[in-house]
């Protein structure tokens, strides 16, 4: 029995790492051209903000909740991605994202820990920093754009 569960570990671990992928490579002219890339972008964000908010908030409560306030911004813009690159309803989009960036925020944290174990650091060795600055431009970008929208009306 206990090879059967080292054999799944091994056999799991790569999917995992599949999902987990720097996204702060990406520049914005390449997000603001493609849809696809663009809903990738904030599912990952969401998702990472949202492992780093679970994993955290008994120990670092207000930390934890930044972390929550940038999942919970960037959440509406993946359903709004997500509907249109599919080109349905707001309710499938809804569901079909919750459901993304549920799996998602799962490996995140999978990964986190299995980083800690090893480094004692969630971020340690790791592109996540790096990713969870550039989620943070991102948002950036997109306040700034709604509130040039709003100045021009």
Avoid at 59 to 71: I, V
Wanted: aromatic content about 12%.
């Amino acid at each position: 029995m206990k090879r059967l569960i080292i054999i799944l570990l091994f056999i799991t671990s790569p999917l995992q790492a599949e999902k987990i992928e720097q996204i702060s490579w990406f520049n914005l002219q390449e997000i603001l051209e493609d849809d696809r890339l663009t809903y990738k972008i904030i599912k990952s964000c969401v998702s990472m903000n949202s492992a780093v908010t679970e994993l955290i908030k008994e120990e670092h409560p207000d930390l934890a909740k930044e972390f929550f306030k940038t999942a919970n911004y960037l959440y509406p813009f993946g359903i709004l991605v997500l509907k249109k690159i599919k080109n349905i309803n707001n309710k499938l989009a809804e569901k079909e994202f919750f459901n993304d960036v549920d799996g998602l925020t799962n490996d995140y944290m999978n990964f986190m820990r299995e980083n800690g174990a090893v480094n004692k650091s969630f971020f340690k060795g790791t592109f996540l920093g790096d990713d969870l600055n550039y989620c943070n431009e991102i948002r950036a970008a997109i306040e700034t754009t709604i509130l040039e929208s709003k100045k021009t009306e």
